[in-house]
């Protein structure tokens, strides 16, 4: 999959590149709706927060509740509809903003909604590489990284659901050619 502005990308990229640095791999993340396996409990679960949610709002105002009871009601909508709807929004705007190049250096994956992020991690920095791939050939690689050895320490990231986020190359075409090109960069064979 290609995006359409990833020449572009590459020459924004490019001159973060120290000087004997070469672009292997650039890609960027499958775009649209996805469900994971988490989805199977967090649909049901958000589905029945929102409606509970929509539930009290609607009997607190009914019942002539007074003013606070009527609008404590109020947030917990607003996180059952994000929790329904938003979260598969923010997903897609997150992936359709994101891009990702390995380097005979370095792995990149530059994203954000507003302003972008590029975060760089160095192949000596990294433990380990995991690969999830789906038939198709689609996966995620993994990146396990040596603490307080990249300029980027804090590797889990932010917290997703009190999961802490680790740095990926997710949802990527050709997965497997990603990942052996990885781990031939890594073991000084490519």
């Keep these: 999959m290609m995006h359409k502005n990833l020449n572009d990308e590459e020459f924004i990229l490019k001159k973060q590149f120290e000087a004997d640095e070469k672009i292997i791999w650039m890609g960027v993340p499958g775009r649209g709706l996805v469900f994971g396996k988490f989805d199977a409990f967090m649909i049901p679960f958000s589905i029945f927060w929102c409606g509970f949610a929509v539930f009290w709002e ?3 105002i009914a019942a002539g509740a007074p003013f606070f009871f009527a609008i404590f009601g109020l947030p917990f909508i607003l996180v059952g509809l994000y929790l ?14 994101t891009m990702y190049a390995l380097t005979n250096r370095r792995i ?13 991690y160095y192949l000596e920095t ?7 791939q789906k ?6 690689l993994f990146f396990s990284v040596y603490p ?7 590797v889990t990231g932010t917290f997703l659901f009190g999961m802490p986020t680790i740095p990926a190359f997710e949802l990527i ?9 990885v781990n031939a960069l890594m073991n000084n064979t490519l």
């Design 58 to 60: 609607f009997m607190a």
């Design 84 to 97: 329904v709807f938003g979260r598969f929004y923010l997903d897609i705007l997150r992936r359709k903003n």
């Design 108 to 120: 990149f994956i530059r994203s954000g909604f507003r302003t972008k992020t590029l975060t760089t």
């Design 126 to 132: 990294l433990t380990d590489v995991t690969l999830k």
């Design 135 to 140: 038939s198709n050939g689609t996966g995620s």
């Design 148 to 154: 307080n050895k990249s300029p980027n320490s804090n």
């Design 173 to 181: 075409d050709d997965a497997a050619s990603v990942y052996k090109k």
